[in-house]
């Protein structure tokens, strides 16, 4: 069966500091991931994808077939920054229904 | 353009009680999903329509719950019996058929 674990409910670090959310996924065939992100009174929105391979506000995520995971990684937290984090993946064909991890906290402290 | 709206931004009901929520998607988008999001549970998917497609109804908790898609736009979902443990967050997102879900800002369902 499909599944997100996200290890981490919640991840606390100081500003400057670097940050990785893990995000590890089961999946018999090739997956879609994504990192969507809820900033407080916010809706939730796409942070970043795999196939795309970009960098967006400084995070990045570089999919490990060998290990089945997706981690999230910024070099420089910053207090902006804290949001809640979902990791979520989209099986091959004409579902796209998203499978999504339980979400990690980040808080970054000042 | 409009981003993906839902109504009522809050409910508070008795349990017992049947409830409608609604989701108006981003005009063009052909799929639509609604999630629940419960405190300390993460995102549960509920249902997922496409195009003319028969909906994906594998995430429905219930027969209390069903939802509707009017003329591929609209959505409402349908909560029937309000249980106290139905409150949560319902969102709704829309997509093109291979792109990202784009989210509206949720429902706040209370039953008491």
């Known amino acids: 069966a499909q599944r997100v674990t996200q290890p981490e409910k919640l991840l606390s670090v100081f500003k400057g500091a670097p940050v990785e959310l893990k995000c590890n996924y089961s999946y018999s065939g090739s997956p879609e991931l994504f990192w969507y992100v809820q900033y407080s009174r916010q809706r939730l929105q796409l942070l970043l994808r795999h196939i795309s391979r970009e960098s967006i506000k400084g995070f990045t995520a570089d999919l490990n077939k060998g290990e089945t995971s997706f981690h999230l990684k910024k070099p420089f937290a910053q207090e902006e920054d804290s949001a809640m984090y979902y990791c979520a993946l989209v099986r091959a064909g004409n579902n796209r229904k998203l499978i999504w991890g339980l979400g990690t906290s980040l808080a970054v402290n000042p | 353009g409009a981003g993906v709206s839902q109504s009522p931004s809050n409910k508070v009901t008795e349990k017992g009680k049947d409830v409608e929520l609604r989701c108006d998607p981003i005009s063009g988008h052909t799929a639509l999903y609604w999630y629940r999001q419960s405190l300390g549970q993460g995102l549960e998917f509920l249902i997922y329509?496409?195009?003319?497609?028969?909906?994906?109804k594998s995430g429905l908790p219930s027969d209390r719950f069903s939802a509707e898609r009017t003329g591929g736009s609209v959505s409402t979902l349908t909560i029937q019996r309000t249980q106290q443990e139905d409150s949560a967050v319902y969102l709704c997102?829309?997509?093109?058929?291979?792109?990202?879900?784009?989210f509206g800002p949720g429902t706040r369902l209370t039953v008491t």
């Open positions: 329509f496409q195009g003319n497609s028969a909906p994906d």
């Open positions: 997102a829309s997509s093109l058929e291979a792109g990202e879900q784009y």
